[in-house]
C-alpha cells in the first residue's frame, strides 16, 4: 500500500477529486493549509501599507492505495492539478506497512 499526499492550489480541488473518482479512487482527506515553496509568497498593499503574505493558501490531499492504483492516481493528480505556473504543488509518496478498518478490524488492502 501507498500513502499519497498532494499540496495543491485551492481552486483545483475539484479537478484532481473527479480524476481520482475517474479511476475508481473515493476516499480521501482534505485539508485546508497553508504554506510556501520556490514562490517564497508575495507583498500586498492592505489600506495603503505594504505587507508580505508568507504563507499561501493551499489544499493537502491524502489517500491511501493499493500499490496497483498509485501510479495512476500520481498521474491523475499531476494532470489535474497543473496550471503550468509556480506554485502548482508536490506530491508525495510513501509506503504503508499496515492499516485497519477500525468497524470491521479489516486489514491491509482490505481495508482501504
Given at each position: 500500500?501507498?500513502?499519497?499526499?498532494a499540496i495543491i492550489?485551492?481552486?483545483?480541488l475539484?479537478?484532481?477529486?473527479a480524476?481520482?473518482?475517474?479511476?475508481g479512487i473515493?476516499?480521501?482527506?482534505?485539508?485546508e493549509?497553508?504554506?510556501?515553496g520556490?514562490?517564497k509568497g508575495?507583498?500586498?498593499?492592505?489600506?495603503?501599507?505594504e505587507y508580505?503574505?508568507?504563507f499561501?493558501?493551499?489544499?493537502?490531499?491524502e489517500?491511501v492505495?493499493?500499490?496497483?492504483?498509485?501510479?495512476?492516481?500520481?498521474?491523475?493528480?499531476?494532470r489535474?492539478?497543473?496550471?503550468?505556473?509556480?506554485?502548482d504543488?508536490?506530491?508525495?509518496?510513501?509506503?504503508?506497512?499496515?492499516?485497519?478498518?477500525?468497524?470491521?478490524?479489516?486489514?491491509?488492502?482490505?481495508?482501504?
Amino acid at each position: 500500500m501507498k500513502k499519497i499526499e498532494a499540496i495543491i492550489k485551492p481552486f483545483k480541488l475539484s479537478d484532481v477529486k473527479a480524476a481520482l473518482n475517474e479511476i475508481g479512487i473515493q476516499g480521501m482527506t482534505v485539508t485546508e493549509v497553508k504554506g510556501f515553496g520556490r514562490q517564497k509568497g508575495h507583498t500586498e498593499i492592505y489600506r495603503g501599507s505594504e505587507y508580505t503574505v508568507d504563507f499561501l493558501p493551499k489544499i493537502k490531499i491524502e489517500t491511501v492505495l493499493p500499490d496497483n492504483l498509485a501510479d495512476q492516481a500520481i498521474q491523475a493528480i499531476i494532470r489535474a492539478a497543473k496550471t503550468g505556473k509556480i506554485g502548482d504543488g508536490k506530491v508525495f509518496v510513501w509506503p504503508v506497512a499496515e492499516a485497519y478498518r477500525i468497524r470491521t478490524d479489516e486489514r491491509d488492502d482490505n481495508a482501504v
